[in-house]
């Protein structure tokens, strides 16, 4: 979801607690104000203490014993924490590092309690101070009355950095700790600061909530420089992932307890809570809602204690996360392909502790297939995994340390299967057939709202049933992209009828001045325009979402421009390689209409074109198609409007800002773009952004999930909406694109692969059984689960469709390693059954082979290293596709391949007569 702008790159600064209200509009609103300015408290004026490890130094307040600053001795000018800000969040209320937070009940009591030392500050009683400790009693920032005392030790161990609670029952009856949360508080507050400041000062953090092996990354934006691990000191299970919000008493103005006042919202996603005991929240506010880990509480005795900390460990960056986890006798778990299992993939599993594995099992019990590979060479324990339930399941690792590991799977259909149910679901369900609709939507694949089990035909965010924008035209460029993948013929003849009988001359402008231009909606909110129809009256269709005619015929918002060009380009190509199946137009005409519109694009809607588009990775196929067809001049026009826009991006420190201080859309084009032009400064410093908010991450909704979390609410892609970190939502498929394309390139970073695959996967998770595809999983812990709205899935697909592929590589540690499929080494022979959705992109990676079909699919491969030869077998011949087509590239080596046997060429492309059982071809080495 693109928005409308505030600001200028590199200049101007953004106004705090911005807010998108003004989104999709041709000129910007005025942002809400955000809560009134506190005072400063007294905790500032109280003198600081410093400790320093090996790796950190950290700067604390005395009066308040929590961190004023903690800096990583790699990088002194990195601050994890909102050090900068500390005089303005001061105030009671304000959360940091240092805070404890507790829910808890007396015995006999029903209800709970939630008390905070962030609530309403007091001095602290300093117990002990010295260079190596400072240890306090902070109960006097409790309420009183609380029936706990609380002592806080902050302490460098062992030459780490350590946060630790004690707490202590002072009551003459049981006191049960139902919640008891350590807040994680780091400078992820990019609230009035322009881009540059936001990629210097601020820092991403994700969550593993493994249990005993779970821990919290904390990154630079910038995507370099040393990491932040926060793992858990003694028994500290992280548990939940709890937020902490910004709401204030509306009467008093003052904070409510468990909520920090600082305004979330584009530029804030706001704190967490390491909830290391969270029942008192599931059985109140989370009830009947599966989440991550099972809810815990614990009782103690009058005068008994529990203790509560976590250590502060430094890798020096992204890719060293898990050497410095097992470097700190941390357990690590290695996924492959990553932890969203199809049900034919083999997965693997491969663990790395100092203590042996006592028990595995998965919860529900039969929700996977577990076998015991055993322990090998390198001492990783490795599994093989086959899901056997679709759905969530949580694997248990017991070690016999006693230490527990906990790690979230996601079962789905073989993800041919997935697709073809996604592909009914959207041609059906959401095939939207009413030839009198006054505005002009019919026939087309329109929004769908699964909790109501109907199409969404009216919403007062007009585009949502407009077929505009990325949440309206979600559903049917989800449609184009199943098709390029997988085509059926009757699913292709609705998709041709949508085009000619909306997308062409309705949604588009097939004439006059603005010819090619695409509408910001076909649906508006004009009652006297449409006298025959009725608005439901129980929608807000007064609020600036509600567009008129006027408005929504507007052709300036470029964002729309890529989807219509992706729809046309996934035709041209089904007609180019299928026989028989796209019948309205000869494969020309749907090249050259994507080649218009793009050219549309930057002549019609100018303004936003300065900036990376979703999907623009789709300029670029069209460019490599139309170079294969001879289409030379058409393509060096097309070259040359993208050229102008890769320079300005050139001359930007990080090119890729949008409408706020960062954004995780926009740089999968102007990676893409800055390669190909040879900007190779720009597309690494786009790509460590990413890799700064893509993690590698044990766990199926946060592995190469690209952060996002404010298009539940101004993307109109939910029903449900807020801001809320949104697991896989479309900037996973999409900034899997680059990953990958790195990663063919450097074969050897096999964290690149894990990201990008992770990524890849993600889209699939979101189709359910039947086939609705969701905009993104809700993660905050009273909801956990994907939102009802098809939304703005679309883009999310369109990664997955143009990326996805089957990767072999060999990894010293892990043995050879299959993303796609499933592979076996027989007396030196690796043997490939290709998985994957498309079967038609394959890379070996010790090779650094690119293997591609235009037409045709892999059944299998049979790779011999020590000959290098490459067996393919080709998957029969259809009615549809007689003959495979197919591109051999060399992405990391010079070798040079050829195939064994002689093929004519087409469009560059080596045509293969296929018959009535598998085909097999062989590339083997040239000889020089």
Same mark, same amino acid.
């Given at each position: 979801?693109?928005?409308?702008?505030?600001?200028?790159?590199?200049?101007?600064? +953004?106004?705090?607690?911005?807010?998108?209200?003004?989104?999709?509009?041709?000129?910007?609103?005025?942002?809400?104000?955000?809560?009134?300015?506190?005072?400063?408290?007294?905790?500032?004026?109280?003198?600081?203490?410093?400790?320093?490890?090996?790796?950190?130094?950290?700067?604390?307040?005395?009066?308040?014993?929590?961190?004023?600053?903690?800096?990583?001795?790699?990088?002194?000018?990195?601050?994890?924490?909102?050090?900068?800000?500390?005089?303005?969040?001061?105030?009671?209320?304000?959360?940091?590092?240092?805070?404890?937070?507790?829910?808890?009940?007396?015995?006999?009591?029903?209800?709970?309690?939630?008390?905070?030392?962030?609530?309403?500050?007091?001095?602290?009683?300093?117990?002990?101070?010295?260079?190596?400790?400072? *240890?306090?009693?902070?109960?006097?920032?409790?309420?009183?009355?609380?029936?706990?005392?609380?002592?806080?030790?902050?302490?460098?161990?062992?030459?780490?950095?350590?946060?630790?609670?004690?707490?202590?029952?002072?009551?003459?009856?049981?006191?049960?700790?139902?919640?008891?949360?350590?807040?994680?508080?780091?400078?992820?507050?990019?609230?009035?600061? /322009?881009?540059?400041?936001?990629?210097?000062?601020?820092?991403?953090?994700?969550?593993?909530?493994?249990?005993?092996?779970?821990?919290?990354?904390?990154? &630079?934006?910038?995507?370099?420089?040393?990491? !932040?691990?926060?793992?858990?000191?003694?028994?500290?299970?992280?548990?939940?992932?709890?937020?902490?919000?910004?709401?204030?008493?509306?009467?008093?103005?003052?904070?409510?307890?468990?909520?920090?006042?600082?305004?979330?919202?584009? /530029?804030?996603?706001?704190?967490?809570?390491?909830?290391?005991?969270?029942?008192?929240?599931?059985?109140? %506010?989370?009830?009947?809602?599966?989440?991550?880990?099972?809810?815990?509480?614990?009782?103690?005795?009058?005068?008994?204690?529990?203790?509560?900390?976590?250590?502060?460990?430094?890798?020096?960056?992204?890719?060293?996360?898990?050497?410095?986890?097992?470097?700190?006798?941390?357990?690590?778990?290695?996924?492959?392909?990553?932890?969203?299992?199809?049900?034919?993939?083999?997965?693997?599993?491969?663990?790395?502790?100092?203590?042996?594995?006592?028990?595995?099992?998965?919860?529900?019990?039969?929700?996977?297939?577990?076998?015991?590979?055993?322990?090998?060479?390198?001492?990783?324990?490795?599994?093989?995994?086959?899901?056997?339930?679709?759905?969530?399941?949580?694997?248990?690792?017991?070690?016999?340390?006693?230490?527990?590991?906990?790690?979230?799977?996601?079962?789905?259909?073989?993800?041919?299967?997935?697709?073809?149910?996604?592909?009914?679901?959207?041609?059906?369900?959401?095939?939207?057939?009413?030839?009198?609709?006054?505005?002009?939507?019919?026939?087309?694949?329109?929004?769908?709202?699964?909790?109501?089990?109907?199409?969404?035909?009216?919403?007062?965010?007009?585009?949502?049933?407009?077929?505009?924008?990325?949440?309206?035209?979600?559903?049917?460029?989800?449609?184009?992209?199943?098709?390029?993948?997988?085509?059926?013929?009757?699913?292709?003849?609705?998709?041709?009828?949508?085009?000619?009988?909306?997308?062409?001359?309705?949604?588009?402008?097939?004439?006059?001045?603005?010819?090619?231009?695409?509408?910001?909606?076909?649906?508006?909110?004009?009652?006297?325009?449409?006298?025959?129809?009725?608005?439901?009256?129980?929608?807000?269709?007064?609020?600036?979402?509600?567009?008129?005619?006027?408005?929504?015929?507007?052709?300036?918002?470029?964002?729309?421009?890529?989807?219509?060009?992706?729809?046309?380009?996934?035709?041209? &190509?089904?007609?180019?390689?299928?026989?028989?199946?796209?019948?309205?137009?000869?494969?020309?005409?749907?090249?050259?209409?994507?080649? %218009?519109?793009?050219?549309?694009?930057?002549?019609?809607?100018?303004?936003?074109?300065?900036?990376?588009?979703?999907?623009?990775?789709?300029?670029?196929?069209?460019?490599?198609?139309?170079?294969?067809?001879?289409?030379?001049?058409?393509?060096?026009?097309?070259?040359?409007?993208?050229?102008?826009?890769?320079? &300005?991006?050139?001359?930007?420190?990080?090119?890729?800002?949008?409408?706020?201080?960062?954004?995780?859309?926009?740089?999968?084009?102007?990676?893409?773009?800055?390669?190909?032009?040879?900007?190779?400064?720009?597309?690494?410093?786009?790509?460590?952004?990413?890799?700064?908010?893509?993690?590698?991450?044990?766990?199926?909704?946060?592995?190469?999930?690209?952060?996002?979390?404010?298009?539940?609410?101004?993307?109109?892609?939910?029903?449900?909406?807020?801001?809320?970190?949104?697991?896989?939502?479309?900037?996973?498929?999409?900034?899997?694109?680059?990953? +990958?394309?790195?990663?063919?390139?450097?074969?050897?970073?096999?964290? +690149?692969?894990?990201?990008?695959?992770?990524?890849?996967?993600?889209?699939?998770?979101?189709?359910?059984?039947?086939?609705?595809?969701?905009?993104?999983?809700?993660?905050?812990?009273?909801?956990?689960?994907?939102?009802?709205?098809?939304?703005?899935?679309?883009?999310?697909?369109?990664?997955?469709?143009?990326?996805?592929?089957?990767?072999?590589?060999?990894?010293?540690?892990?043995?050879?390693?299959?993303?796609?499929?499933?592979?076996?080494?027989?007396?030196?022979?690796?043997?490939?059954?290709?998985?994957?959705?498309?079967?038609?992109?394959?890379?070996?990676?010790?090779?650094?082979?690119?293997?591609? !079909?235009?037409?045709?699919?892999?059944?299998? *491969?049979?790779?011999?290293?020590?000959?290098?030869?490459?067996?393919?077998?080709?998957?029969?011949?259809?009615?549809?596709?007689? /003959?495979? &087509?197919?591109?051999?590239?060399?992405?990391?080596?010079?070798?040079?391949?050829?195939?064994?046997?002689?093929?004519?060429?087409?469009?560059?492309?080596? *045509?293969?007569?296929?018959?009535?059982?598998?085909?097999?071809?062989?590339?083997? %080495?040239?000889?020089?």
């Amino acid at each position: 979801m693109r928005v409308q702008n505030f600001w200028r790159t590199g200049s101007t600064q +953004l106004v705090a607690g911005l807010s998108l209200i003004a989104c999709l509009t041709a000129s910007a609103q005025t942002p809400p104000r955000g809560p009134r300015v506190l005072p400063p408290g007294p905790m500032i004026d109280g003198g600081e203490v410093m400790l320093t490890s090996p790796a950190l130094s950290v700067k604390l307040l005395k009066y308040s014993g929590i961190v004023a600053q903690l800096t990583p001795k790699a990088d002194a000018t990195l601050d994890y924490t909102p050090g900068d800000r500390l005089k303005e969040r001061s105030a009671d209320t304000f959360y940091h590092l240092g805070d404890l937070d507790l829910r808890i009940r007396t015995a006999g009591a029903t209800g709970w309690t939630d008390v905070s030392t962030a609530f309403h500050r007091a001095p602290v009683t300093v117990a002990a101070s010295d260079d190596t400790h400072l *240890v306090s009693d902070v109960t006097s920032s409790l309420p009183e009355g609380t029936p706990l005392k609380v002592v806080r030790t902050w302490a460098v161990e062992h030459g780490d950095l350590v946060l630790r609670f004690t707490v202590t029952n002072t009551a003459g009856v049981p006191v049960e700790l139902g919640g008891v949360g350590i807040p994680m508080v780091f400078n992820n507050i990019m609230n009035g600061r /322009t881009l540059d400041q936001s990629y210097r000062t601020c820092s991403f953090y994700d969550p593993y909530m493994g249990e005993d092996a779970g821990y919290v990354q904390v990154l &630079r934006l910038s995507g370099v420089g040393p990491v !932040l691990l926060v793992v858990p000191d003694g028994h500290t299970p992280f548990e939940e992932w709890k937020p902490i919000f910004d709401r204030r008493d509306r009467a008093t103005g003052k904070g409510i307890l468990g909520n920090d006042p600082t305004p979330r919202g584009t /530029t804030f996603e706001g704190s967490y809570d390491w909830m290391v005991h969270s029942a008192g929240f599931a059985q109140t %506010e989370w009830k009947d809602v599966s989440e991550w880990n099972p809810a815990t509480s614990e009782t103690l005795a009058p005068g008994k204690s529990a203790t509560f900390g976590v250590r502060f460990l430094v890798a020096p960056d992204v890719r060293h996360i898990d050497a410095t986890l097992a470097e700190h006798k941390r357990p690590v778990a290695i996924g492959v392909p990553g932890y969203i299992l199809p049900q034919d993939v083999d997965a693997r599993l491969f663990l790395r502790y100092g203590s042996a594995v006592r028990s595995i099992a998965s919860e529900p019990a039969d929700a996977v297939a577990i076998h015991d590979d055993g322990r090998n060479a390198a001492g990783l324990h490795a599994y093989t995994l086959r899901g056997k339930q679709w759905g969530r399941f949580r694997l248990v690792v017991t070690y016999a340390d006693g230490t527990v590991q906990s790690i979230g799977y996601r079962t789905i259909k073989p993800e041919r299967e997935a697709i073809a149910d996604m592909g009914r679901f959207l041609f059906h369900q959401q095939w939207f057939d009413q030839p009198d609709d006054p505005f002009h939507r019919s026939p087309s694949i329109i929004s769908y709202d699964n909790e109501a089990g109907r199409q969404v035909t009216q919403d007062s965010r007009v585009w949502i049933a407009g077929l505009s924008d990325e949440a309206g035209a979600g559903s049917w460029l989800a449609a184009a992209m199943k098709e390029y993948l997988e085509p059926d013929a009757e699913e292709v003849a609705k998709l041709e009828s949508y085009v000619d009988g909306v997308l062409w001359g309705h949604l588009q402008n097939s004439e006059g001045d603005h010819k090619y231009g695409v509408h910001k909606s076909l649906f508006f909110y004009q009652p006297a325009l449409v006298p025959g129809f009725t608005y439901d009256p129980s929608l807000n269709w007064k609020s600036w979402t509600s567009w008129d005619k006027k408005g929504a015929d507007d052709v300036g918002r470029s964002y729309n421009y890529p989807h219509v060009v992706s729809a046309y380009w996934a035709l041209y &190509r089904t007609a180019r390689n299928t026989k028989g199946l796209v019948v309205k137009h000869p494969w020309d005409w749907y090249l050259n209409q994507a080649y %218009e519109t793009s050219l549309a694009m930057v002549s019609q809607a100018s303004y936003y074109t300065r900036y990376g588009q979703m999907e623009g990775t789709v300029f670029m196929r069209l460019l490599e198609d139309m170079r294969a067809e001879g289409w030379n001049e058409k393509a060096d026009k097309l070259e040359a409007v993208m050229r102008r826009r890769a320079d &300005r991006w050139k001359g930007e420190p990080y090119p890729f800002g949008s409408e706020m201080p960062w954004d995780s859309t926009g740089q999968e084009e102007v990676y893409g773009w800055s390669r190909y032009f040879h900007n190779d400064d720009k597309a690494d410093v786009t790509l460590n952004a990413i890799l700064a908010y893509d993690p590698v991450i044990p766990s199926w909704g946060y592995n190469g999930s690209a952060r996002r979390y404010w298009d539940f609410i101004y993307g109109g892609d939910s029903k449900y909406s807020r801001i809320e970190r949104q697991l896989h939502h479309y900037g996973s498929g999409l900034n899997a694109i680059p990953l +990958l394309e790195e990663y063919r390139a450097h074969p050897d970073d096999l964290y +690149l692969l894990r990201a990008g695959y992770g990524g890849v996967m993600g889209p699939l998770s979101n189709i359910d059984e039947k086939g609705f595809a969701s905009a993104a999983f809700h993660s905050f812990p009273d909801r956990m689960m994907f939102d009802p709205y098809t939304g703005d899935y679309g883009p999310n697909f369109f990664g997955h469709a143009i990326n996805t592929g089957t990767f072999l590589t060999h990894d010293a540690a892990m043995g050879w390693i299959c993303f796609g499929g499933n592979v076996e080494e027989h007396h030196g022979l690796v043997h490939a059954t290709i998985l994957d959705s498309s079967r038609n992109h394959l890379f070996i990676a010790p090779l650094g082979l690119w293997i591609t !079909l235009d037409a045709g699919h892999l059944a299998s *491969v049979d790779f011999d290293p020590a000959k290098k030869t490459v067996a393919l077998h080709l998957a029969a011949a259809s009615a549809a596709v007689p /003959t495979a &087509r197919l591109r051999v590239k060399q992405t990391a080596a010079k070798l040079g391949w050829e195939l064994s046997t002689k093929t004519s060429l087409d469009a560059g492309a080596n *045509v293969i007569p296929l018959g009535t059982g598998e085909t097999t071809v062989v590339l083997q %080495e040239k000889t020089m």
